[in-house]
């Protein structure tokens, strides 16, 4: 019997090849150890072409391929691996019945369009038609922000006390009022807020104090004792 019929056969191959190379690829052994000992040896020839040096001439540069098999990380080869990553996406989306995100773009323009032919962005009409654009995701945020702050709270909340309950809920109960007073001493004395406050020319927050004359001074005194 010859090899070829022997690797298409189940039970023919000699035990010798389990656990190898040979036995995995050409004798089609699929047992826990040629998976194994396969798993490895593509882990370390992959590792092998991720080191090998690049020169920009190869033939899979600029494809999907020398992103992933090769481990080129130049931008031609990120750009392809880019693409295939969405249309994978996208194919696993329609499979399961869901819109891609080309779909989810397109239906966003549409209705932007839709609110500029018949009302303004940033307004409730805007909002209630679908749209979320830039002004209108504020006036959504604003709108959300009035509904918190006109909620009578009951006063057993877990953000009473709190500075989220004084600037999130717009609670203003002595223990919300005393966080956000608390809150702001220690931004005060950590300099101010410079992520958000916008630029005056002047320097954020209290000036610190210089310290220095207080080192100067022990010299001295460590001098004349001397």
């Known amino acids: 019997m010859s090899k070829k019929l022997g690797a298409t056969s189940y039970g ?8 190898t190379m040979n036995g995995y690829s050409n004798w089609k052994c699929r047992c826990d150890a040629c998976k194994k000992i396969a798993k490895e040896y593509h882990a370390i020839a992959k590792a092998e ?11 899979w540069h600029g494809t999907y391929s020398g992103y992933q098999n ?3 990380r130049c931008e031609p080869c990120h750009e392809a691996f880019k693409v295939r990553a969405r249309e994978d996406a996208a194919k696993i989306r329609r499979k399961k019945g869901l819109p891609t995100r080309q ?18 962005h940033g307004t409730k009409q805007a909002v209630q038609m679908g749209c979320r654009c830039d002004k209108c995701s504020n006036k ?15 006063g057993n909340e877990e953000w009473h006390g709190t500075i989220r309950g004084y600037q999130f809920w717009g609670c203003r109960c002595k223990n919300c009022y005393q966080a956000n007073s608390h809150y ?5 004395l950590n300099g101010g807020n410079r992520s958000t406050r916008k630029p005056t020319g002047r320097p954020v927050g209290r000036p610190r104090k210089d310290l220095s004359f207080i080192h100067q001074n022990e010299q001295d005194s460590i001098s004349k004792t001397v």
């Open 103 to 120: 779909d989810l773009k397109i239906r966003k323009l549409n209705v932007e369009w839709e609110v500029t032919k018949h009302c303004d």
């Open 49 to 59: 072409r991720f080191a090998r040096p690049k020169t920009g001439k190869e033939k």
């Open 140 to 154: 959504i945020t604003e709108m959300q922000r009035l509904v918190r702050w006109n909620t009578l709270p009951t």
């Open 70 to 72: 090769w481990g080129c």
């Open 184 to 188: 702001r001493k220690i931004q005060y």
């Open 12 to 19: 023919i191959m000699d035990p010798k090849w389990h656990g």
